[in-house]
């Protein structure tokens, strides 16, 4: 079975644009989080979406916004990119939403902000 | 609020040595605790996990996590390791919907 997969692999963008990632679960999987990695630093939560709801939000400006499409895939979306914003975007499904469930992480997309 | 600690950043070791990660919790209610290793280039693999019961969690390739809820930690263990075990390797912790806290994280650099 295939795993989580994310596209694109690798982006280059600049200052003030914006960006699209994307999230397709493993299938039968209905949830699904978004993790911004910091070079050196732990994933840090970003969205979860489960059946197509958004079920948490961290500590991101409003610039980030996400969305879970009817076959479970999901979008991340960052408007007026910031240096900051260069991070690795982790996309992690799992079956349910729920306290112990397994995530399973896809490969991310390396995103280069300049 | 539920949050992880990770003691050390870097952790070196020789083939074939025994490895200990430290990680520490902070908690107001139950907790699911997690590890999991990061590969040079990629996502996230889960190692181990405590949901409930035995307080000794084995995972894969030789991994083994003990949960300590008087001492609030949950340390993994590996008794030998091999070069292929230089990655980063992160703890976490599970709120009520999955998400996941996780600590800094603790870099393990394996020499022959």
């Known amino acids: 079975d295939a795993g989580v997969t994310q596209s694109p692999t690798h982006l280059i963008k600049t200052r003030g644009q914006h960006v699209t990632l994307r999230c397709s679960p493993i299938s039968g999987h209905k949830s699904v989080s978004w993790y911004q990695q910091v070079l050196g630093q732990g994933p840090q939560f970003i969205f979860q979406y489960y059946e197509k709801e958004e079920r948490g939000r961290g500590n991101f400006p409003d610039r980030f916004s996400a969305r879970q499409f009817p076959n479970y895939s999901s979008e991340l979306n960052v408007n007026a990119l910031l240096l900051g914003d260069s991070a690795l975007y982790l996309c992690?499904?799992?079956?349910?939403?729920?306290?112990?469930?397994?995530?399973?992480f896809g490969p991310g997309t390396r995103l280069l902000v300049l | 609020a539920q949050s992880v600690t990770q003691l050390d950043s870097q952790v070196p070791v020789f083939e074939e040595a025994p490895v200990e990660l430290r990680c520490n919790y902070s908690?107001?209610?139950?907790?699911?605790l997690f590890w999991y290793v990061q590969y040079p280039n990629q996502g996230l693999q889960l190692l181990l996990k405590?949901?409930?019961?035995?307080?000794l969690v084995k995972g894969i390739n030789g991994f083994e996590a003990e949960f300590n809820k008087s001492q609030t930690s949950f340390h993994l263990r590996k008794p030998s390791v091999h070069i292929s075990d230089t990655a980063e390797y992160f703890c976490a912790v599970s709120d009520s919907w999955g998400k996941l806290q996780f600590g800094a994280g603790t870099q393990v650099v394996v020499t022959p």
């Open positions: 992690a499904s799992s079956p349910l939403a729920g306290r112990g469930e397994t995530q399973y």
């Open positions: 908690s107001s209610v139950s907790v699911y």
């Open positions: 405590y949901l409930s019961g035995s307080t």
